[in-house]
């Protein structure tokens, strides 16, 4: 829980995460949402970006003894995915979000082979389809998807339903419920918008069409 709690804290001290209940971002999708993720960001601070590499090596040690391949879902969990193998010192693939255009036309980049037990590295988790689609990809390849390990969870409903519907599981160095907490405890939003906020994940697109 600490360390979930300083992983919330670090994201929102060098704006990886933002938070306005007041004047909402436009995700890609056209969803209105109060909370905007660029996990990106990490990469850019050596501390924090040390610190995610440990705490996911950490979670895979724990839950996944007996991984043999790391894959990244392209494009924002690449990197990540590569300084977690290189700790584990274990074999990186990539899973792109479809087949490359030209060339191979490789969906999965680097060598994965059948019966490999494989953990997904996801930078953000949101509604989990595309997360779950890469996962899908390994599976088809005939790749043991032993489960994924992500830094954030928006934890919404949907997301939680399709992983429960995939049977697969996912770990997160923190989520959305503790990242509201700590921005509040830090002065980032006032306590009066914490409400705001959780009805946001409980149901985003209501609170979405109240927020037109």
């Not at 003894?65 to 990539?94: K, R, S």
Request: aromatic share 8%; charged share 20%.
């Amino acid at each position: 829980m600490e360390s979930a709690k300083n992983c919330a804290k670090n994201l929102l001290s060098i704006k990886a995460i933002k938070l306005s209940p007041n004047q909402p971002f436009t995700w890609a999708s056209g969803l209105k949402s109060p909370i905007y993720c660029d996990n990106r960001k990490t990469l850019s601070y050596p501390e924090m970006r040390s610190f995610i590499r440990d705490g996911l090596v950490s979670v895979i040690r724990k839950y996944y003894p007996d991984v043999q391949v790391i894959a990244g879902v392209a494009t924002g969990a690449i990197a990540q995915g590569v300084l977690v193998a290189q700790e584990l010192g274990l074999p990186f693939v990539y899973v792109r979000s479809e087949e490359k255009k030209h060339g191979l036309t490789n969906k999965v980049e680097g060598v994965v082979n059948k019966g490999d037990k494989v953990v997904v590295v996801e930078d953000l988790v949101s509604t989990g389809q595309s997360s779950l689609n890469a996962a899908q990809t390994l599976q088809d390849m005939g790749c043991n998807v032993l489960g994924m390990v992500a830094i954030f969870t928006y934890n919404l409903p949907i997301a939680s339903q399709r992983f429960a519907e995939a049977k697969l599981e996912l770990h997160t160095l923190t989520h959305y419920g503790i990242l509201v907490e700590e921005a509040a405890k830090e002065g980032y939003i006032k306590e009066n918008e914490i409400e705001v906020l959780n009805a946001w994940s409980k149901d985003p697109d209501a609170w979405a069409e109240q927020h037109r």
